[in-house]
């Protein structure tokens, strides 16, 4: 059974850069795209990019001069970063896997949530 | 960006009711459509893909139609677990966006 654990600090001050990592078990993060969404509080879902095991990225353009994500499929984990956070930056952040390229996501981490504040 | 808006925005129901949610695309999407169901404090969990495949797992109750622009979701009798928010996301080009969601709740 494949599993995702996304990992990272829940606290994150105004103009610095959040880093998360989703760490996959039960299955390999090769042949798959692995994906990041996030949710603010009380809102819908947003999707933030995802990547491809040899290294192939696609952002949201609404956020995409503030975004990286990498693979690491020695670790079996994929990484994002999101630089200049501010207070719109609050949301649970998750972690998916799309196992077909089809854009669906069948298997999700828990969620962090991420609160920007001084 | 695809925009992708549902009806209705919630939704009071009984067990044992049949209920149908409605997403629509700004464009055509093919069949890249997804549905999803999220439980409170929960991530959301895969319904339907590719707007008429079943997910393994999840029971026959659900099922979804569409293609092109207009799809839905249908639960065919209401259990007790099924009242949560919906959300329908297309998969045919980048940003994969999410409908704004579609809250399920007891009658």
């Known amino acids: 059974q494949v599993q995702l654990q996304d990992s990272g600090p829940g606290l994150v001050k105004p103009s610095e850069t959040l880093s998360l990592t989703c760490s996959v078990s039960?299955?390999?993060?090769?042949?798959?795209?692995w994906s990041w969404i996030r949710q603010p509080p009380e809102k819908g879902l947003e999707w933030i990019g995802h990547i491809y095991h040899s290294g192939n990225t696609d952002y949201n353009p609404s956020l995409k001069s503030r975004v990286t994500i990498s693979v690491d499929t020695s670790k079996n984990q994929f990484s994002l970063k999101l630089s200049s956070m501010t207070a719109a930056d609050t949301a649970v952040y998750y972690c998916?896997?799309?196992?077909?390229?089809?854009?669906?996501?069948?298997?999700w981490g828990q969620g962090i949530l991420v609160t920007v504040s001084s | 960006d695809i925009q992708m808006t549902q009806s209705p925005s919630s939704l009071s129901a009984s067990v044992g009711d049949r209920v149908t949610i409605t997403c629509r695309a700004s464009?055509?999407?093919?069949?890249?459509l997804n549905w999803y169901q999220q439980r409170p404090g929960k991530a959301p969990k895969l319904l339907i893909y590719a707007a008429s495949s079943l997910q393994s797992g999840v029971p026959s109750r659900f099922s979804g139609s569409g293609s092109g622009t207009d799809f839905t979701l249908t639960i065919s009798s209401l259990q007790p677990e099924d009242f949560a928010t919906y959300y329908c996301?297309?998969?045919?080009?980048?940003?994969?966006?999410f409908g704004q969601g579609t809250k399920l709740e007891i009658k």
């Open positions: 039960g299955g390999s993060i090769s042949g798959y795209y």
């Open positions: 464009q055509s999407i093919s069949s890249y």
């Open positions: 998916a896997r799309d196992p077909s390229a089809g854009g669906f996501l069948d298997y």
């Open positions: 996301q297309q998969s045919y080009s980048t940003p994969h966006t």
